[in-house]
């Protein structure tokens, strides 16, 4: 049943579920929401499987108009909280604010064609379905039994400085190297999207600046191409390459990794 | 042959560093057969990245068994792969070389290549074990369009791009076969260790 139109997409939504972890090895990036802990916390008021497909707004969210009652929630950085919206009723996601993106989760979840085992977007290569576009109409899946659901909660991860753990390639900074990484901040630039985020600041300084031959990579790495300006993987980053990789991001600490948005300050700790 | 060097990748992916692409290969195949905690095994040019449950005894065991295996090799599927030697850049490569064209497609056509391992977009291998003297440089500006199944080479490596893409190999030909298929099972025609012959129509 067609229940949600786009009245208006804004700059960047797309869908999301988590991803398609397993398929490294044939050049298939994971993919998958960028803050799975707010996807999760949505799903969850909303009494879906963390997993469930949602839409994921960048900076600005969509308007949707619903034409049936649905059970929604919005999750993002600060939190989630869930609500009911009455059929006709226009829902107004507005500015994500503070962090980057918003989760919108519906009771049911969105009914997207999955392709290789996820409903995500892929912006790398273009796998899944394509972002949203204003004049869409989306099915939304049978409302789940579980209606006794919390009405909202606050994230208990708060935002501050991400731990990094370092490692596969920390040979390849100086010991003055290593030391800019954990004292500076790092300004978030605007070439910032769900492959990676480049990060401002000082040089970090290197012992040496050629490429390695091609290796795996994973969500979170610190990247330091020859220019010494590092560079954050997130979800949609390529399956190999040959940047050093000097620290990875604790898996914890992604779901902040993936609310960075451009002009946001933010360091590491060890 | 030297013992794997383990290297942290955070806290749930480990690196194994080897001496060479068979090793990476040999390690991997390994890997993918007996840790089933494992989410992701992938082959770089000689390090294996394995995530998910990683326990480094097990992963550091199950590689010095991979290595002290002479006569290992999972089942290799082989390929062969008929092409078209009209590519853009053939006549390029033969003057780099100081070769003509024909030498350069019966050269590129003659060894048997091995899946090192893919990367850059879904389904691009990268093979290795071709004639060293067939080196060239990449583009040193890259095509902002390189069509599906271009055959090319870059460095010690020769490719076939799955689909249409920006991309700085020299092309030498084409051919029809759908690399990759997200519809099919597995959806990459490629996977690391598969053996490649490339046959000149």
């Known amino acids: 049943m067609n229940a949600v139109e786009v009245l208006a ?4 939504t797309t869908f999301q579920d988590l991803g398609r972890p397993g398929l490294a090895h044939l050049g298939v990036p994971p993919s998958g929401a960028v803050d799975a802990r707010a996807l999760a916390d949505g799903n969850r008021l909303v009494g879906n499987p ?7 707004a960048t900076l600005v969210g969509p308007r949707l108009r619903f034409r049936r009652d649905a059970l929604v929630a919005l999750a993002g950085a600060e939190g989630a909280r869930s609500f009911l919206v009455r059929a006709g009723e226009v829902l107004d996601v507005g500015a994500c604010r503070p962090g980057a993106r918003v989760y919108v989760c519906v009771a049911g979840g969105f009914v997207v064609q999955p392709v290789l085992g996820s409903t995500s977007t892929d912006l790398l290569t273009g796998l899944g379905p394509p972002p949203l576009r204003d004049g869409d109409v989306f099915a ?8 006794s659901v919390q009405r909202a909660f606050t994230a208990t991860a708060p935002a501050g400085p991400l731990r990094l753990l370092l490692g596969p390639r920390d040979d390849r900074l100086t010991q003055a190297g290593l030391e800019t990484l954990f004292t500076s901040p790092w300004r978030v630039s605007t070439a910032a999207d769900r492959v990676g985020v480049r990060l401002d600041g000082p040089r970090l300084e290197t012992t040496r ?8 990579l994973v969500t979170g790495a610190l990247q330091v191409p020859p220019s010494g300006r590092p560079i954050l993987l997130l979800n949609d980053h390529p399956t190999t390459g040959g940047y050093p990789v000097v620290g990875v991001v604790h898996s914890d600490d992604l779901p902040l990794a993936g609310q960075l948005r451009p002009g946001d300050v933010v360091s590491f700790r060890r | 042959m030297s013992a794997a060097k383990l290297l942290p990748v955070g806290d749930r992916g480990r690196l194994l560093e080897l001496d060479d692409n068979r090793a990476a290969l040999a390690v991997a195949a390994r890997l993918r057969a007996e840790l089933p905690g494992l989410v992701d095994v992938v082959p770089g040019h000689r390090t294996v990245l394995a995530v998910g449950d990683v326990d480094d005894h097990a992963l550091l065991a199950a590689a010095a068994d991979a290595l002290a295996e002479q006569d290992e090799r999972r089942e290799a599927t082989s390929f062969e792969i008929s092409v078209l030697y009209d590519g853009a850049d053939l006549a390029e490569v033969a003057r780099l070389l100081g070769l003509d064209a024909d030498e350069v497609v019966a050269r590129h056509a003659a060894p048997t290549y ?3 391992f893919l990367g850059f977009a879904p389904g691009f291998a990268y093979l290795l074990g071709g004639d060293p003297g067939l080196e060239v440089p990449r583009l040193a500006d890259p095509r902002e369009r390189v069509p599906a199944g271009s055959v090319a080479i870059a460095g010690p490596y020769s490719c076939i791009y799955p689909r249409s893409s920006p991309g700085g190999w020299r092309l030498l030909g084409r051919t029809e076969l759908r690399l ?22």
């Open chain 1, 9 to 12: 997409a804004g700059p960047l």
């Open chain 1, 50 to 56: 963390a997993g469930a497909t949602a839409l994921e």
């Open chain 1, 140 to 147: 939304i899946g049978p409302a789940p039994a579980a209606a």
């Open chain 1, 209 to 216: 600046s050629d490429e390695l031959p091609s290796e795996g």
């Open chain 2, 114 to 116: 091995t899946v090192a």
């Open chain 2, 180 to 201: 990759f298929d997200a519809e099919r099972l597995p959806p990459a025609l490629l996977a690391p260790g598969d053996r490649v012959r490339f046959v000149p129509l």
